[in-house]
């Protein structure tokens, strides 16, 4: 089935250790993102690829990195300099070069111990 | 600066009865609208979309409305079933940018 599968689907993590939350789509899709959920915030952007090899950031990109390297592939590293890092993490991608409907992962929940 | 709003962060409805979401935006070069359903734990489903061109967009139970002049759209889902509990975002676009969503409502649909 086409999806999008996120991995690992919960995570605990010490305080100053980076994270790797993976994301991959078998939709043929080439714009690719990475949202934070927060209780009562909605979805904020984090980072976003609209094609291999090249990503732009989001609104709320501080402490957070990415990698464009294939088509299927989008990574995100929580890095120790993010600060308050618990959340609900979301990728989507798009099979437009804008955003159109975003296909959603299942969401990767961090949780900083 | 939220340029998409949904006002009230929860709705509850009796079973069978009309459910009505409210959306506000601030942005008129907005241009592209969709909302959203959320269960907990997972990751949003794309519900129904509606273009600026249009006012009114219908999917089932589902039915989009937007009011240009107002910047307001708003969904309604009729007749509202136990299922139909789950968060629900408002998201928007202009010129297939990227999408800004709302906050979410946290709907209940009561027996």
């Known amino acids: 089935d086409g999806g999008i599968t996120q991995s690992p689907k919960y995570l605990f993590r010490k305080e100053g250790q980076n994270v790797t939350l993976s994301c991959e789509q078998n939709?043929?899709?080439?714009?690719m993102y990475w949202y934070r959920q927060d209780p009562g915030q909605g979805l904020r952007l984090i980072y976003y690829?609209?094609?291999?090899?090249?990503?732009q950031k989001g609104d709320i990109a501080e402490g957070y990195s990415v990698s464009r390297e294939k088509k299927e592939s989008f990574p995100l590293t929580v890095t120790s300099a993010q600060k308050n890092p618990t959340a609900f993490y979301l990728c989507?991608?798009?099979?437009?070069?804008?955003?159109?409907?975003?296909?959603f992962g299942e969401g990767s929940r961090l949780t900083v111990l | 600066d939220q340029q998409v709003k949904q006002n009230s962060p929860s709705l509850s409805v009796q079973e069978g009865r009309i459910s009505i979401l409210n959306c506000d935006y601030t942005?008129?070069?907005?241009?592209?609208f969709l909302w959203y359903k959320k269960y907990p734990a997972e990751g949003p489903t794309f519900l129904i979309s509606?273009?600026?061109?249009?006012d009114k967009n219908e999917d089932g139970r589902f039915t989009v409305f937007l009011n240009k002049s107002a910047k307001h759209l708003s969904l309604h889902i009729v007749p509202s079933q136990p299922g139909d509990s789950a968060v629900y975002f408002c998201?928007?676009?202009?010129?297939?940018?990227?999408?800004?969503f709302g906050a979410g409502t946290q709907v209940v649909v009561t027996p």
């Open positions: 509606i273009s600026s061109i249009k």
């Open positions: 989507a991608s798009s099979g437009l070069a804008g955003a159109g409907e975003l296909f």
């Open positions: 942005n008129s070069m907005f241009d592209y």
């Open positions: 690829s609209q094609i291999v090899n090249d990503f």
């Open positions: 998201a928007a676009s202009a010129n297939w940018g990227k999408l800004q």
């Open positions: 939709l043929n899709h080439d714009a």
